[in-house]
């Protein structure tokens, strides 16, 4: 009898520590947890309604445990700033255009080329099936955990000189560009001629004839109050860029498992929220602008327009980059 008792004692002691660290680890995980999200765009912008609602569900789905604190209008730095910050664990996320991103993942060129998709609807089934899904897990090694796209609609030329019908009338434009091989290819392909300037220097060089046109969406054509001094807006849909949401894999490797599906599944479910943000937003951009006397026309065949980027695809593109442009575009 005293050996059973000597055996349940000795048990309980060695039992005890393990108890008392079971409830150390349960009280570290219950621990309230604040991330931070950079976004460089203002409030109220579909991106950042997008932010709020990931951050939302994030802070519902844990009942607080988990907050995210969103900073809108730059507040950590601009988009690439961001995005390094994101890269060693200074920053936990940001939402960001695809186009900066490609400079740390090359292969994210094979989803922003131009003329790669049908529609809205073609892209959003290539984003939101296989393809999509080894893109964002592809974002890994570059230190990034890619947890979602957002919309952010398609680019069209605007200009002060006369609408775009076909790839003839833009020969010889001065149009606009971001300070991007891709875009300054894409122009040069068509005939215009490329001209790289801060966005801010647009507004004052189309109001005196440096250039003739630039290229942007519909929200940005409207707030940019481009629609002032060039009036004529051809929707050809050049290009569909992505946005994504990444996470720092500095983060996310602290965080449990249930906690890295948790939030990955938060920032899938707020994208229906951005999109129609997105849709709401370039409607009334689009009425904003037709009320102002914006002459809006649609080039005659996209196709045409599409011919003329072989070359640039064949330059800008790696082999791997290729194959997946081919999937895309087998996507139906």
Not at 136 to 142: E, I, N
Not at 182 to 201: E, I, K, N, Q, R
Not at 263 to 278: L, Y
């Amino acid at each position: 009898m005293k050996k059973l008792l000597l055996a349940m004692l000795i048990v309980s002691m060695l039992v005890m520590p393990l108890f008392a660290q079971g409830q150390q680890d349960a009280a570290a995980s219950a621990k309230p947890i604040v991330l931070r999200l950079a976004d460089n765009q203002p409030s109220g912008y579909p991106t950042v309604i997008g932010d709020l609602e990931f951050a939302r569900l994030v802070k519902e789905r844990t009942n607080g445990r988990i907050t995210i604190e969103v900073y809108n209008s730059g507040q950590l730095g601009d988009e690439k700033s961001a995005i390094e910050q994101v890269q060693f664990g200074g920053i936990d996320f940001t939402r960001v255009s695809i186009s900066p991103l490609s400079s740390f993942n090359p292969l994210l060129n094979a989803l922003q080329m131009p003329y790669l998709y049908r529609d809205a609807a073609h892209m959003w089934k290539v984003l939101n099936g296989e393809i999509g899904a080894y893109f964002l897990a592809s974002m890994q090694s570059a230190g990034f955990v890619g947890l979602t796209y957002y919309d952010s609609g398609a680019r069209n030329f605007y200009n002060s000189v006369k609408p775009i019908y076909t790839v003839a009338d833009l020969k010889g434009m001065k149009i606009r560009v971001q300070e991007s091989a891709l875009m300054m290819g894409l122009v040069s392909a068509l005939g215009a001629v490329p001209t790289p300037m801060p966005y801010g220097d647009v507004y004052s060089a189309l109001q005196t004839r440096v250039i003739d046109g630039a290229e942007n969406n519909w929200p940005s054509y409207d707030t940019s109050s481009h629609f002032e001094v060039a009036k004529f807006y051809s929707i050809d849909e050049h290009t569909r860029v992505p946005e994504m949401i990444v996470a720092s894999k500095v983060t996310m490797d602290k965080l449990s498992k249930a906690d890295q599906e948790l939030i990955m599944q938060a920032a899938k479910d707020s994208t229906p929220v951005q999109i129609q943000a997105w849709a709401d937003f370039e409607k009334k951009s689009e009425a904003k602008v037709v009320a102002a006397g914006s002459k809006i026309n649609k080039i005659n065949s996209q196709a045409e327009f599409a011919a003329a980027m072989t070359g640039l695809y064949e330059s800008m593109l790696s082999a791997e980059a290729k194959e997946w442009v081919k999937k895309i575009q087998a996507v139906k």
